[in-house]
């Protein structure tokens, strides 16, 4: 079975710059999730969308973050503008559902430095 | 609110020698338990989690977690580490019956001494 694919794995940027994310779930997986987790810290969800709706992004940067999933499977998170905080992991999982007990899947992540 | 506490930055165990990885949890309701792995440059591999039933739950690895519900702890043990072992462990919680989002630890790095 084929993991959870993301692209780029690594990104820099300098500050006001634009840069988007790609991930591609595990095929059949109904729920998506992007966390960003800063160094020395645990992942932090900024969005959770059940096939192509949204229900979660109440951590989301809306001023500066954006997301879509597309037909249900793929999905891409856009920073517009970046600063200089934004620099962390971004990281992309799936489960077959979002509720209850299902563990998540995750992707290698992509490491965004922003200068 | 839920929240998850993992006290270690940073575990040394000699190669051999038992090993525990301590995480607390807080919730309104019940909860749901999970421990997940991250090596270096790879993205977070689950390990065990805890729904219900047995206090005592077996992982990949040979990693397990004893559930502890008056303690709210979710400790992981092993009983002989490995050096392969090294890595940065996350204990997550999520709340039974709010099924509101996981909430992960900041994790607690393994270090296996040959």
């Known amino acids: 079975e084929a993991g959870v694919a993301q692209s780029p794995r690594y990104k820099i940027i300098e500050k006001r710059q634009s840069v988007a994310f790609w991930c591609n779930p595990i095929s059949g997986h109904a729920t998506l999730y992007w966390y960003q987790q800063i160094l020395g810290q645990g992942p932090k969800l900024l969005i959770q969308f059940q096939n192509n709706g949204v229900v979660d992004d109440s951590q989301l940067p809306k001023d500066r973050f954006s997301a879509e999933r597309l037909k249900g499977v793929d999905s891409t998170l856009k920073i517009q503008p970046a600063k200089l905080e934004d620099s962390a992991v971004y990281l992309c999982a799936s489960s077959l559902v979002g509720q209850g007990y299902y563990e998540q899947y995750f992707g290698p992540g992509t490491r965004l430095t922003v200068t | 609110a839920q929240s998850v506490a993992q006290p270690e930055d940073q575990v040394n165990v000699a190669e051999g020698n038992p090993l525990t990885v301590k995480c607390t949890y807080s919730v309104s309701g019940n909860p749901y338990l999970f421990w997940y792995v991250q090596y270096p440059n790879r993205g977070l591999q689950f390990l065990l989690k805890?729904?219900?039933?047995?206090?005592l739950v077996k992982g990949s690895y040979g990693f397990e977690a004893e559930f502890n519900k008056s303690q709210t702890s979710f400790h992981l043990k092993k009983p002989s580490a490995l050096v392969s072992d090294s890595a940065l462990y996350f204990c997550a919680v999520r709340d039974r019956e709010r099924d509101d989002k996981i909430i992960f630890g900041k994790g607690t790095r393994l270090h296996i001494l040959p």
């Open positions: 805890y729904i219900t039933g047995d206090n």
